[in-house]
């Protein structure tokens, strides 16, 4: 075999390796993809937790997205970048906090726990009890809801008619239930439903004033325990 047909042979093989490679560093490099998509939802938890504290403590009309951006951490114009606009972001906060608060209180009871009467008291126990608690871990949520539930805003259409009305017909007919058993005190149901939630959540809500006023901590575990017990001596029968 000639020397130019063994060439010629070499560099024909050699072809798809070229193509081969050529076409592998055309691919993306994965581990880095899978990071900037990492940090882009980073970005957007970390936008989206500093709304939830400003919405909170400023109410819709009293914040700014600059300060928002501030908080976060990040340049002002990513707001828009991820959500577009205030408005928005206001209602991909509120939409969060509902969806977090039925992941943490979402716990269907089986038909043997609620068989006797005193199981479905135990388990008006157990349900209060971690409605409580979710207030104290997340006295936002309540805070951003009264911001803006004492205004008659399309804002507070809008929560009510996605999340607050079905969540409180839910607790109408939970609160009915455990009042036809004797569980709950007899009263109107859903001035009932407002009372049990103000009671849960205003310890929290109002807890510079409760520092203030009475010198303890709502955080501190022990006095959450304390609340959660007077909360359940004042409701469960």
Request: hydrophobic residues 45%; aromatic residues 8%; charged residues 25%.
């Amino acid at each position: 075999m000639s020397k130019a047909l063994k060439t010629a042979q070499k560099k024909k093989k050699a072809k798809p390796k070229a193509k081969t490679a050529s076409h592998a560093s055309a691919q993306p490099d994965e581990p880095r993809v899978n990071l900037r998509l990492q940090q882009k939802e980073a970005t957007r938890a970390a936008i989206l937790q500093a709304a939830l504290q400003v919405f909170s403590e400023h109410g819709f009309a009293g914040s700014s997205t600059r300060d928002i951006a501030e908080l976060a951490g990040v340049h002002h114009a990513l707001i828009k970048y991820y959500f577009n606009s205030k408005d928005a972001l206001w209602r991909e906060a509120v939409t969060f906090l509902f969806a977090r608060q039925f992941a943490e209180l979402s716990a269907p009871p089986s038909t043997v726990q609620l068989r006797t009467r005193e199981s479905r008291r135990q388990f008006a126990r157990e349900a209060l009890r971690r409605y409580v608690l979710y207030c104290a871990r997340h006295p936002e949520h309540a805070r951003l809801m009264v911001q803006e539930s004492v205004r008659d805003s399309e804002r507070l259409h809008w929560a009510a008619d996605h999340f607050i009305g079905e969540t409180s017909r839910s607790a109408e007919r939970f609160v009915r239930m455990l009042q036809g058993e004797g569980i709950l005190p007899k009263a109107s149901a859903p001035a009932l439903v407002y009372v049990i939630v103000g009671a849960a959540q205003s310890f929290y809500t109002l807890a510079p004033e409760v520092r203030r006023v009475w010198n303890i901590d709502p955080a501190d575990d022990a006095v959450i325990e304390a609340h959660i017990e007077a909360v359940l001596g004042v409701f469960i029968r």
